[in-house]
């Protein structure tokens, strides 16, 4: 018994002593490969440790730039979308200070040039306006049957056009003309000078024509409707000058009561300014 107390004794410092220089030294001195305890515990395996210590470092350092992309994205979104807005309020504030000369409730209705003339726009061709924004509008009738719907009223718009050719070799000398089924027709336009010789203003006035016949009888409500969003149309174009003067025609070769009907509404509207005597 006395003898066997040494030998354990002897035998767990062996032990004690070798555990000691493998923790101080993983590789074995004999060449062999690390053991499985040397690998978890070893102070020369700094990899391994480092994977496991730094990876949530860096998994923090990548969403904290994610997250300050993404929130200077939506910083750049936010001000175009501001950006935008404020172009839009720009642009409806511009256009509310057109000044309009009435409250429009019947909606204007063109029907252009190549609607009712089927020949190119090469032989369409006109002289061109000076100004932009002409400063006159006339408003005559045209002495001739009346429309009421747009088939007759192409008609008639194709007749007159025929008979300024025929006669005068010229086109159809209306800007615009005005039929019974309230719609406008497209004669030279908003850019192209008017073809009456003996009216003024041949670079800064608009021609309108009534189709009918007007002496003693008025024109339909809804050609005066019309009339109006012409002119409305023509200055939200900045075609017109908001500030424009509307005239009449007086021929003194004709009898006295000549588009006495058409004009005793017109006389009432703002911006008249009276007669052109021809």
Known sequence: MNQIVPVVAYYARTAAISSSNRLKNPISRNGSNLSEYDLEVGERTPLLVSRVRFAPEVDDRSRQIQTVQTTALLGILTLLLFLLLGIIIAVYLLLMQVPRPWPVSHPFYLVERNVWW???????????????????????????????????????????????????????????????????????????????????????????????????????????????????ESIRRFCLSPNYRLFGVIDDSIQNNDAAGLYAEIKEWRHWQGFVTV
Not at 171 to 196: A, C, M
């Open 118 to 232: 089927k020949q190119p726009a090469e032989q369409f061709e006109l002289s061109p306006l000076e100004k932009r924004a002409t400063q006159n509008v006339i408003i005559l009738h045209t002495r001739s049957e009346t429309c009421h719907d747009q088939a007759a009223c192409i008609q008639l718009v194709q007749k007159l056009q025929n008979d300024a050719w025929s006669q005068n070799g010229t086109h159809i000398p209306y800007n615009f003309l005005v039929g019974g089924d309230g719609k406008t027709y497209e004669g030279r336009g908003w850019k192209s000078q008017h073809g009456f010789p003996n009216l003024p203003g041949i670079n800064d006035t608009i021609v309108v024509g009534m189709i009918g016949t007007f002496n003693d009888q008025r024109p339909e409500n809804v050609m005066y409707a019309e009339t109006k969003a012409l002119i409305t």
